[in-house]
């Protein structure tokens, strides 16, 4: 192998572990960790089973949308007019419009955890954040920087949440059991699809694909890389999920009551005291800004083939994209409630954007000669329909929300 061939190889791992980060710290954002402290002290370890419905269920969205976006070499939009001419531009629309909404709770978290480490203030926390994110897409070659911060902190994200999940000693036995046989199986109707909606939904199921698509890494030649890709961020968001319900189990589980304003960041303080705190701390605003990158680089993505400008100046757009989201934050104030709110805002989003990727998978004039699995695509199907009953169930829970 000549070295030419070493480096385009090396860069191409590069990239592939950059879009799985991507997707993975898109999915674990602040939104994904305080749902799951919200969740934890609301079902206790029923919650175990939700963890387990929206690992598959994610397994099923993610496999199905990287391989069709990867074989065709086309963004979500793109194939969504192709689908209905149209479809395209409704779909960047609540991919943006739910985008934005995600990334005002993603600057949240990441002022909530400058106020765990430092104190600052949640609204001058708010701007800190913003211009952090910002700083990512001054920088005209962006790709390579925001492949390298999504995996060094997506790695130090799993290694902190492990370690506490370990120290606070939660009852896995019974974890176990209520995975497969949950109390009430009506009532986690909602925490199933908000979490869905916070690790899959809207942008975020398509950040790594569209990351690969800017690199060239597209077309039926390349299958078996996508496919990796996207299972290597599924399985990093996924054992961090599992970790942070078992370190927020480990405190809830002895009856202790969480924080309303911050929920995990106590459930992390009074598991394993001030270092847990501070460890927290580090996790959050790690989540938070990993998932203002992704959620500003993608929802940003879904609009730049449809106008022209936009295409010309993305990261101008991104910037602003982030200055925006900041400027509410700041005024809102607000980020843990947010944060669910988004999470299942995207939920809603989901049934649409897989739908049509899944009418894709059969389109010979998107994916050429490539044959879709049928199990994967029967499987798609099931999901779309769960997924709009229970978006659909879920819209009375939003307004509990604010009562």
Sequence with gaps: MSEKEKTSNKKNLSVLMGAAFLMATSAIGPGFLTQSATFTETYGTSFAFVIL??????????????????????????????????????????????????????????????????????????????????????????????????????????????????????????????????????????????????????????????????????????????????????????????????????????????????????????GSGNIGYKLFGIVLFSAAITSVIGAAYTSVSFLKTLNKTIAKYENYFIIGFIATSSAIMAFIGQPATLLVLAGSLNGLILPITLGSMLLASKRKDIVGEYKHPTWLLVLGVITVFLTAYGGWASLKNITNLFG
């Design 53 to 270: 419905v929206s690992i598959i269920l994610t397994l099923i969205v993610q496999l199905n949308i990287w391989r069709i976006i990867g074989v065709s070499g086309m963004r979500g939009q793109d194939i969504a007019n192709k689908i209905l001419p149209g479809l395209g531009y409704f779909v960047a629309a609540l991919v943006a419009l739910g985008g934005l909404a995600f990334n005002i709770g993603n600057v949240g978290g990441a002022a909530l955890g400058l106020n765990v480490l430092f104190g600052i203030d949640v609204r001058f926390g708010a701007i800190l954040g913003g211009a952090i994110g910002i700083a990512v897409f001054v920088s005209k070659d962006s790709g390579p920087i925001i492949d390298r911060l999504t995996r060094y902190l997506g790695i130090l994200m799993l290694v902190l949440v492990g370690y506490v999940a370990i120290a606070n000693t939660p009852p896995v036995g019974e974890v176990l059991v209520k995975s497969v046989a949950p109390d009430n199986v009506n009532t986690l109707i909602f925490p199933i699809i908000t979490l869905l909606g916070g690790t899959v939904g809207g942008y975020i199921t398509f950040s790594g694909g569209h990351r690969l698509i800017d690199a060239g890494i597209t077309g039926k030649d390349n299958l078996d890389q996508i496919t990796n890709s996207s299972l290597m961020g599924i399985g990093v968001a996924s054992v961090v999920r599992v970790f942070l319900f078992l370190a927020i189990l480990g405190v809830v589980s002895r009856g202790m009551a969480l924080e309303a304003t911050n929920p995990a960041a106590s459930a992390f303080l009074l």
